[in-house]
């Protein structure tokens, strides 16, 4: 363990003059995604007649918060747009195709084009159809929609999500659904390099995940009194679930995904994400799992480098080493692993695997084409 955190651990001693030239870049990528969703909304003028203003409140300590309220649903609201979405998506798509073409792992191929389809059927569809103001169901996280929780709609598509890590893992929505799985599986592969190592991310995640999945709990069930009239909670004229899902996801996230080259890939994922945390959690109980086909392979291996490519920056090789197979919470079935083994020993195992079996065993072993052999 000590030897896999020394090689983790030199990652991080990168030129601090690149990591920032980098960080400019990025910062100047979401300034024009912000650019385009105050052209899409008219121009500056219109951006600021659209409800900036602060409602007067007889104190400071309740002006303070509300200034904040506002900005925030405001940046929120421009990285949400439609053509800011699309934006995004084609600068980040360009890179997945690319590394599309270059990798040899059919699994990581094909996650890779869901993840692209996923992003402009999901992302940029949700975008598309909230401008419509018609109500998207597709969403796992209550408030996701803009629209008030809870529904029948966000019930339903949560139970999906739930069934669909029980049968593939984490990888259903971080790998597949989620915006981020473009991003990182695209532009966030230069920055694998700058992830905290194991050990500090466990740390780290013990505090973070329990805070923002009570987060996450506490406004959905918040906005389900709300909901019903059981109680009146508003957070500055908010439901409580949409604010919290229009900060974290459209304002917390992007701003993070500007400071990649100092936390590393997938910080949000790792230590931020309460969705991904609760697929994690319910995926752990399921069909996936990463394994190896021949765990002498992975005993005897010199290089261990799949713990080096790991987006998570989970330690693989040490269950792959003892067990044979890996069942992690924090596994979004990236498949950087399979593609770094230098023996390509490695697998990710789900329904879609287990099924594959069963029908060859159903089917039995190939007929020879001479016919039986008579007795």
């Known amino acids: 363990m000590a030897e896999v955190s020394a090689v983790l651990n030199a990652r991080l001693r990168k030129n601090r003059g690149g990591r920032i030239g980098l960080f400019l870049l990025l910062a100047l990528f979401l300034l024009v995604d912000l650019g385009l969703g105050i052209w899409e909304m008219g121009g500056w003028k219109a951006f ?47 890179f997945v195709v690319v590394r599309m073409l270059r990798v040899r792992e059919n699994f990581l191929r ?6 692209v389809a996923g992003y402009f059927a999901f992302t940029a569809g949700l975008s598309y159809y909230a401008m419509k103001g018609w109500n998207f169901p597709a969403v796992p996280n209550p408030g996701g929609t803009g629209q008030p929780a809870w529904t029948l709609d966000t019930g ?13 893992g984490r990888v259903a929505y971080c790998g597949w659904f989620c915006p981020a799985a473009a991003f990182w599986g695209g532009i966030g592969q230069g920055f694998v390099r700058y992830n905290l190592d194991a050990e500090k ?34 957070f500055f004229g908010t439901d409580p679930a949409v604010f919290f899902s229009g900060l974290w996801w459209m ?7 500007v400071f ?53 920056s989970i330690v693989p090789h040490l269950d792959l080493a003892s067990k044979g197979y890996l069942r992690s919470v924090a596994c979004v079935g990236c498949g950087n692993c399979l593609e770094a083994c230098p023996r ?10 287990w099924l594959t079996e069963w029908l060859r065993k159903k089917k039995g072993p190939p007929v020879s084409a001479a016919g039986p052999r008579s007795g």
Request: one cysteine or more; proline letters at 4%.
């Open 251 to 257: 304002v917390i996230w992007f701003i993070l995904a």
């Open 110 to 115: 094909l996650r890779l084009a869901l993840a």
């Open 156 to 168: 339903a598509a949560g139970l999906v999500y739930a069934v669909l890590a029980l049968l593939f």
């Open 344 to 353: 390509r020993n490695l697998y990710y195992y789900h329904f879609g695997t």
């Open 48 to 94: 600021i007649a659209t409800e900036l203003v602060v409602p007067h409140q007889a104190s400071l300590w309740l002006v303070l918060p509300a200034d904040v309220s506002t900005y925030v649903g405001a940046f929120g609201m421009l990285t949400g747009m439609w053509w800011p979405v699309l934006f995004w998506g084609a600068g980040v798509s360009v």
């Open 260 to 312: 990649v080259p100092f936390t590393g890939s997938r910080f949000f994922s790792r230590f931020l994400c309460p969705v991904g945390a609760m697929n994690g959690i319910i995926g752990s109980w399921g069909m996936a799992r990463l394994k190896a086909r021949d765990r002498e392979v992975c005993v005897s291996c010199a290089t261990k480098d799949c713990s080096g490519a790991c987006e998570m």
């Open 201 to 234: 991310g466990r740390r780290l995640a013990r505090v973070t995940v329990p805070v923002v999945i009570v987060l996450f709990i506490g406004t959905t069930a918040f906005s389900v009194l709300d909901t019903f009239k059981v109680l009146d909670l508003r």
